[in-house]
C-alpha cells in the first residue's frame, strides 16, 4: 500500500482561478427541488486540485516563532467579520506591521482574519462548483443501473442510456460515462456517472476485472498528460474514478471467487465501497449474518475497502470511520419508481405484502449509503483519489517513464497495481 504522499490531509486547498462557468441549461427537477441540467457539449470543468492551487498552512507557530513575533499591533476582531469591505476600518495586517496593543481573537497577535479563509472558500466553490465521477460495477442484473437512479434521484441511468421514464431499465453492455449537472442550494456539482456491463455472464470469466481496471488508469493517464503538459489547463477536467460502488450478490453464502479477485485487484486503484444488492431478498437475520461473514472474508483476503483504515487522519476520523466499517458492507434496495405511502411520496418497491421504501432505515441501508457517499464523505473520496490512487499511478508512470516526460496516449498501462 503506498504511503500517503507528504502535504496532504492538513492543508486546505484554495482555487486560485474562481471563474464562474459557462451558465447551463436546465432540464429537470429532483423530486427534491434540486433542478438538473445537461449540457454534454460544452463541459464545464472544476477540479479542487487544478494547477495553480495554493496550500494554506492553518499553524501560525510554522510561519514566526514565538520569540519574534512582533506585539499585537490589530484591534480585536471586528464584530462583522467574514466579508471585509474597502470601507473596512480594520485594513489588511500583514505581520509586524504597525505597532499597539489589543486583546483580540488571539492574545498574542490579536485578530488576523484567518478564519475568513473558510468564507473565502466557500465562496470560491460555490462559484466554480464541483465534480463528483461515481462507477458502479458487479455481477450482472443486481440493480447497478437502478440503483444510480436512486442515489441521485433523477434518471441518470436511464438518461446515459436514452431510455424513456417508463421504459424498464435495459441490461447495460459497455462502460458509459455521462455527466449530468445538478445544483442545490446554489451549489453546482458535475456529476458523472460511469454504468458497466455486469460481469459473470461470461463462460470464462477470468481477468474480467481488466476493462474496468482499463478505464480506470486511463482516467489517470488523461489527468497526468495534462498536468505534464507545458501548457496547463487553467483547471484539468477530472474524469478519475473517485468512488466504485462494487455489488454483492445477496446469496446469503459468501462471496465469489470473482468478487474477490476483483476487489483484490482493483482496490489499490479506487476507492471500493462494496454493498449487498437486492437486500429486500434477505432476512434481518440473514443480512446480518451474510454482512458480517462478507467482513470476515475481506479480511481474510487482505481485501482494502474505502474508507481505509490507513488513511484515518485522527482519533475522531478513526472513531467514525469504525463505525461506518462496522457496518460494511450496506444492504441495500434500489428503484427509481415513487408509491404513495402515508400521504407521502416515496421511492420504493411494491410487493404483494406492501411497499418496500428506499429511504426507510427500517427497510434497507439505502440512506446510510447516501448519507455516508454524498453528505459526510464525498470530499474525502475525491481526496484519497487524488493523493493516494493517482499519486500512485503518477509516480510509477513518471518512474517507469525515466522522468518527467510528456507520455504518449497508446501508452496507458495496464493496472498500477
Ligand atoms: N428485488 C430487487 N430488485 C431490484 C433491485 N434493484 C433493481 N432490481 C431489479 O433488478 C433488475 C435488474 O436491474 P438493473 O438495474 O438493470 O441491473 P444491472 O446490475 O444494471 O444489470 P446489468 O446492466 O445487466 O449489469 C430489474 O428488474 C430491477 O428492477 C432491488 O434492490 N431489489
Ligand atoms: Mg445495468
Same mark, same amino acid.
Request: aromatic share 4%.
Given at each position: 500500500m503506498p504511503s500517503q504522499p507528504q502535504g496532504t490531509g492538513h492543508h486546505t486547498p484554495v482555487d486560485t482561478a474562481g471563474k464562474s462557468p459557462t451558465p447551463h441549461k436546465q432540464t429537470d427537477v429532483l423530486p427534491s427541488g434540486a433542478p438538473i441540467t445537461e449540457?454534454?457539449?460544452? +463541459?464545464?470543468?472544476?477540479?479542487?486540485? =487544478?494547477?495553480?492551487t495554493v496550500y494554506v498552512s492553518m499553524d501560525m507557530s510554522d510561519i514566526v516563532p514565538p520569540e519574534v513575533r512582533p506585539k499585537p499591533v490589530? +484591534? !480585536?476582531?471586528?464584530?462583522?467579520?467574514?466579508? +471585509? =469591505? +474597502?470601507? =473596512?476600518p480594520y485594513p489588511?495586517?500583514?505581520?509586524? !506591521?504597525g505597532t499597539g496593543g489589543s486583546s483580540g481573537g488571539s492574545t498574542l497577535l490579536g485578530y488576523i482574519g484567518i478564519d475568513t479563509i473558510i468564507e473565502q472558500m466557500r465562496k470560491k466553490t460555490m462559484k466554480t462548483g464541483f465534480d463528483f465521477n461515481i462507477m458502479v460495477v458487479g455481477h450482472?442484473?443486481?440493480? &447497478? =443501473?437502478?440503483?444510480?437512479?436512486t442515489l441521485f434521484k433523477s434518471q441518470v441511468s436511464r438518461r446515459s442510456a436514452g431510455w424513456a421514464r417508463d421504459e424498464?431499465?435495459?441490461?447495460?453492455?459497455?462502460?458509459? !460515462? #455521462?455527466s449530468h449537472f445538478i445544483e442545490e442550494g446554489g451549489v453546482k456539482m458535475k456529476l458523472t456517472v460511469v454504468d458497466t456491463p455486469g460481469f459473470g455472464d461470461q463462460i470464462n470469466n477470468d481477468n474480467c476485472w481488466e476493462p474496468i481496471g482499463k478505464y480506470i488508469n486511463e482516467q489517470y493517464e488523461k489527468f497526468l498528460k495534462e498536468e505534464v503538459n507545458i501548457t496547463r489547463k487553467k483547471r484539468i477536467p477530472d474524469t478519475r474514478v473517485h468512488c466504485c460502488l462494487y455489488f454483492i450478490s445477496p446469496t446469503g453464502h459468501s462471496l465469489r471467487q470473482l468478487d474477490i479477485e476483483f476487489m483484490k485487484h482493483l482496490s489499490h486503484s479506487v476507492n471500493i465501497i462494496p454493498i449487498i444488492a437486492k437486500a429486500d431478498t434477505m432476512t434481518i437475520e440473514e443480512r446480518q449474518d451474510f454482512k458480517q461473514r462478507v467482513r470476515k472474508e475481506l479480511e481474510m483476503g487482505g481485501i482494502e475497502y474505502y474508507p481505509q483504515k490507513e488513511f484515518d487522519e485522527d482519533m475522531e476520523d478513526k472513531s467514525d470511520n469504525? &463505525?461506518?466499517?462496522?457496518?460494511?458492507?450496506? !444492504?441495500? #434496495?434500489?428503484?427509481d419508481k415513487e408509491y404513495q405511502v402515508n400521504g407521502k411520496r416515496v421511492l420504493g418497491r411494491k410487493t404483494a405484502w406492501g411497499v418496500v421504501e428506499v429511504e426507510n432505515p427500517n427497510h434497507c441501508e439505502f440512506a446510510q449509503l447516501r448519507d455516508f457517499l454524498i453528505r459526510s464523505h464525498l470530499q474525502d473520496l475525491k481526496e484519497v483519489t487524488h493523493n493516494i490512487h493517482y499519486e500512485t499511478y503518477r509516480a510509477k508512470r513518471l518512474h517507469g517513464n525515466g522522468g518527467l516526460h510528456p507520455?504518449?496516449?497508446?501508452d496507458t498501462q495496464e493496472s498500477n497495481l
Open positions: 449540457k454534454p457539449e460544452e +463541459p464545464y470543468y472544476v477540479t479542487m486540485y =487544478s494547477p495553480g490589530v +484591534p !480585536a476582531k471586528p464584530p462583522h467579520v467574514g466579508a +471585509p =469591505s +474597502p470601507s =473596512s489588511p495586517q500583514g505581520l509586524g !506591521a450482472s442484473g443486481l440493480g &447497478k =443501473s437502478t440503483l444510480l437512479n424498464k431499465i435495459p441490461k447495460t453492455v459497455e462502460i458509459k !460515462a #455521462v469504525d &463505525k461506518i466499517r462496522e457496518s460494511m458492507p450496506l !444492504a441495500v #434496495v434500489g428503484s507520455v504518449s496516449t497508446n
